[in-house]
């Protein structure tokens, strides 16, 4: 009974798994696809190759044959001997075609992921511990932005994304859009994007980077392209001047305190590039990258300490008094 349970518990935790947002069984871009499809022929074939194995291996077991006791036994024997090496042979060789075909379909199917096609160019992924700078490029440096843990694309049009690190390897892994690449410091790597359907994608940092390692996520969201159009548009702008008087105190305790020295924000003195750009924090789903949902509550503690959030994280807890802290997170999440 709990056997059956367990197994049942396993299966649909499994089968949940594989709907998930980051899972490369739900894939919503072109690489993913076909790796995907590349998974399911190399398990089709090599689970077939297995049962094929296993009932040779019965069948042998069932037919084993008692030594010959005359000269005529003898030499059935050896015609059976001349059979065998003859299928022992043509089995080789199917298993070297197998491997072969294999090898060149895993090539054509990953080579698409590494090849410049004709992708827009457009965002430099910049991997820190343990975080992801994002970098919009554009003709004119006003069309210029920097986000993170956060990359906006639009649906259908094909992104290439040019992955840089900024201390040690990391990997970029959003396994329902595409496949992994590393982050190389003083190297240049690249890897496209596209999605198929509008939607959140989860990805992972897949190379161990450190102490936070596991706790640098990001999120690809694809969206239609006014959608996207209409996020850009906000990004690029400045922070707005905030209105309220508790952000407006806020502002002040983010620029005398070190947090400037570490954070830009665009529209003010503040330039810092240590840590993620804030100028448009309020709009993002997650801080720290993807710790923790964002919110007041959450916001509040994380600049509290961080390092109870994210230990070993990369910013130091700032001495605040409590009105400082309400202050100063209200003018953050109200950065849309
Ligand atoms: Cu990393």
């Excluded at 649909?12 to 980051?22: F, M």
């Excluded at 094909?158 to 496949?179: K, T």
């Excluded at 509550?297 to 509290?304: E, P, Q, S, V």
Aim: hydrophobic share 45%; with cysteine.
């Amino acid at each position: 009974m709990i056997r059956r349970m367990l197994w049942l518990v396993l299966i649909s935790g499994a089968l949940a798994g594989c709907r998930d947002w980051q899972s490369a069984a739900n894939q919503a871009g072109a690489e993913a696809a076909r790796i995907w499809s590349l998974t399911l022929l190399f398990t089709i074939v090599l689970g077939l190759v297995w049962l094929a194995v296993m009932v040779a291996v019965a069948i042998v077991i069932r037919r084993r044959q008692n030594p010959p006791v005359s000269l005529h036994d003898a030499t059935l024997e050896d015609a059976g001997h001349r059979r065998n090496s003859r299928v022992v042979g043509s089995l080789l060789a199917a298993t070297a075609l197998t491997v072969a075909i294999l090898t060149v379909l895993s090539f054509i199917a990953q080579r698409p992921l590494f090849a410049g096609r004709a992708a827009t160019a457009g965002i430099r992924l910049i991997g820190h511990q343990w975080w992801w700078e994002v970098r919009y490029d554009g003709a004119t440096p006003s069309q210029m932005f920097t986000t993170a843990n956060e990359i906006h694309i639009p649906v259908g049009t094909p992104i290439r994304l040019s992955l840089e690190s900024n201390d040690v390897i990391h990997s970029f892994w959003v396994p329902s859009l595409a496949g992994k690449q590393d982050l190389i410091p003083g190297h240049n790597n690249s890897i496209e994007l596209l999605a198929r359907r509008p939607g959140l994608y989860r990805g992972q940092c897949a190379e161990f980077c450190g102490l936070q390692h596991a706790h640098m996520g990001l999120l690809v969201v694809a969206e239609e392209p006014d959608a996207f159009e209409k996020w850009q548009a906000a990004q690029r702008a400045a922070a707005e001047q905030p209105q309220e008087s508790d952000r407006a105190t806020g502002a002040q305790v983010f620029a005398s305190k070190p947090c400037a020295l570490c954070h830009t924000i665009r529209g003010t003195p503040a330039g810092g590039t240590v840590g993620p750009d804030l100028t448009h924090l309020g709009s993002r789903a997650y801080i720290g990258a993807d710790v923790l949902p964002l919110t007041p509550g959450t916001l509040a503690a994380w600049i509290a300490d961080p390092h109870s959030v994210k230990p070993g994280v990369n910013m130091p807890p700032v001495q605040l008094q409590g009105d400082e802290l309400n202050a100063v997170t209200a003018y953050l999440i109200g950065l849309k």
